[in-house]
Nanobody, 120 residues
């Protein structure tokens, strides 16, 4: 499965971005899809996942929403009320189990990252 993440950019604090994740030649409908991020000098961390349910890391609850469009074979991460601390490269990943996963090693496929920069 080749995943493509897109939608990153530069935004001011308080602004919004929507990230998209899709796969070429493969339906994502039966996969758990997760979003992770890596800030400069930090380890990559879990952000959100959608499978049989949805789950978020505490720091983005109430601001980020993960969703799936089966018809378009897309998974989105809507990010509102962005903060400078959200600045990172964001990655989408897929896991064949469909159960929501938080740990990186549980994911089978990874896309390239998309840069999100939030200015203060």
């Amino acid at each position: 499965v080749q995943l493509q993440a897109s939608g990153g950019g530069l935004v001011q604090a308080g602004g919004s971005l929507r990230l998209s994740c899709t796969a070429s030649g493969r339906s994502l409908s039966s996969y758990n899809i997760g979003w992770f991020r890596q800030a400069p000098g930090k380890e990559r961390e879990f952000v959100a996942a959608i499978g049989s349910s949805t789950v978020y890391t505490d720091s983005v609850k109430g601001r980020f929403t993960i969703s799936r469009d089966y018809a378009k074979n897309m998974v989105y991460l809507q990010m509102n009320s962005l903060k400078p601390g959200d600045t990172a490269v964001y990655y989408c990943a897929a896991d064949r189990s469909f159960a929501v996963r938080r740990r990186q090693y549980e994911y089978d496929y990874w896309g390239q990252g998309t840069q999100v920069t939030v200015s203060s």
